[in-house]
């Protein structure tokens, strides 16, 4: 008897505004899933610009998490500074790194692989960081990345 009359501006305005609704959280939902590697893929350019600033003993101190690593040099005995300098340093099969970017990376379940490029190479360098500690690690596996399935899956 007393019921409102059908406002066809109104619906419209509604369901326009919970379409807008979902569509910003599957977007939202796609960014947060595809940052979810974010502080490994962050350990790893930390580690890349020290090697770019040439500061290998920092570069070390982030390979171990362990910024005071000099005060304690026996507890990393199986990778020696001298080999880390040995692997990254001017040297090594990478050269002096001048330029990086880290294109990727894949998660696992106890850890993240992280791939960069260095100095504009087509080869690429993959570490691997551990998720619990942000310890990183030569990995044991590449990943393949660049298309953009590769992108929504990484």
């Not at 326009?16 to 979902?22: A, D, E, P, S, Y």
């Not at 910003?24 to 590697?37: C, D, G, P, S, T």
């Not at 990393?76 to 040297?91: E, H, L, N, R, T």
């Not at 998660?107 to 551990?130: E, K």
Request: charged residues 25%; hydrophobic residues 35%; neutral net charge.
């Amino acid at each position: 008897m007393d019921a409102q009359q059908f406002d066809e501006g109104r619906a419209r305005r509604r369901r326009n505004t919970v379409i807008v609704g979902i569509i910003a959280a599957l977007i939202l939902a796609l960014v947060v899933y595809h940052e979810r590697n974010y502080p490994e893929r962050r350990a790893a350019k930390k580690f890349f610009a020290a090697l770019e600033d040439k500061d290998f003993e920092r570069a070390y101190g982030i390979w171990y998490q362990d910024p005071d690593w000099k005060q304690h040099p026996a507890k990393y005995s199986k990778y020696p500074y001298k080999d880390f300098y040995q692997d990254w340093g001017p040297a090594s099969e990478w050269g002096t790194i001048k330029s990086y970017s880290i294109d990727c990376s894949y998660s696992s379940n106890s850890g993240v692989i992280v791939q960069a490029t260095l100095n504009h190479r087509s080869q690429h360098a993959y570490v691997w960081v551990d998720k619990s500690d942000k310890t990183l690690h030569f990995s044991p596996n590449e990943i393949d990345c660049g298309n953009w399935f590769g992108w929504l899956t990484e």
